[in-house]
């Protein structure tokens, strides 16, 4: 069965830092979503990545997916407080439309 | 901006008693999920329904649970007899088509006692 690895588990930033949170399958993906979520709180949609090489960016984050398809990068540039909360990849294969997601990062951001 | 809501945000009940989640899916979308999340765990899938029908279910969806949409709007988890391992935050999805983005409800904490 498909697994979604995620690293690392727990990050803790500056404000102002950069940070990268990654995302590894265990098989080839039909499409990779990103999510955030507050404690105890929804998923909020972030960015969707269904080409190999593809990168997409929404105000100071940017995903990129690799060609093959098995990896996903989420970058934060110059990280604020409101950024702080848990990230969780999911992810879909040919054949199934239901998401398989990652343990999640959870980002803390100090001033 | 159209939003997926669920009530109630919390439900306390005794084991062995039923409960139902509800769920109000963005208005167009055509696909509806439920997934759950334990504390401290992965979000996990439980079953995905489409044009009336069970579309996909994993193992967790046995013959507890059941879906249920009762009008053009509502779409519902049922659990028949709670058991305590139950207790998990509970999350429906709705998409206009598959392979879409989900979009997520804030969850239905439920706590069995």
């Known amino acids: 069965s498909q697994e979604l690895e995620q690293s690392p588990q727990s990050l803790i930033v500056q404000e102002g830092k950069n940070l990268t949170i990654n995302c590894t399958s265990s098989?080839?993906?039909?499409?990779l979503y990103w999510y955030k979520q507050k404690y105890g709180e929804g998923l909020i949609f972030l960015m969707m990545?269904?080409?190999?090489?593809e990168e997409k960016s929404h105000e100071k984050i940017t995903a990129k997916l690799d060609e093959k398809k098995q990896q996903s990068s989420l970058h934060i540039t110059a990280s604020q407080p409101s950024h702080a909360g848990i990230y969780l990849c999911g992810a879909d294969t040919w054949g199934t439309d239901k998401l398989i997601f990652g343990t999640g990062t959870r980002l803390q951001v100090f001033p | 901006e159209p939003e997926v809501t669920q009530t109630p945000s919390h439900q306390v009940t005794q084991m062995g008693q039923e409960v139902i989640l509800r769920c109000v899916p963005i208005s167009n979308h055509l696909y509806f999920y439920w997934y759950r999340q334990i504390l401290g765990q992965k979000v996990e899938f439980l079953v995905s329904f489409y044009n009336n029908e069970i579309s996909e279910k994993s193992e967790i969806f046995d013959d507890q649970f059941s879906v249920e949409r009762p009008d053009g709007s509502n779409f519902t988890l049922k659990i028949r007899s709670t058991k305590l391992e139950d207790s998990a935050m509970y999350f429906c999805?709705?998409?206009?088509?598959?392979?879409?983005?989900?979009?997520f409800g804030p969850g239905t904490r439920l706590t069995v006692l």
């Open positions: 999805a709705s998409t206009r088509e598959g392979h879409d983005t989900q979009y």
């Open positions: 990545l269904q080409k190999g090489g």
């Open positions: 098989k080839t993906l039909y499409g």
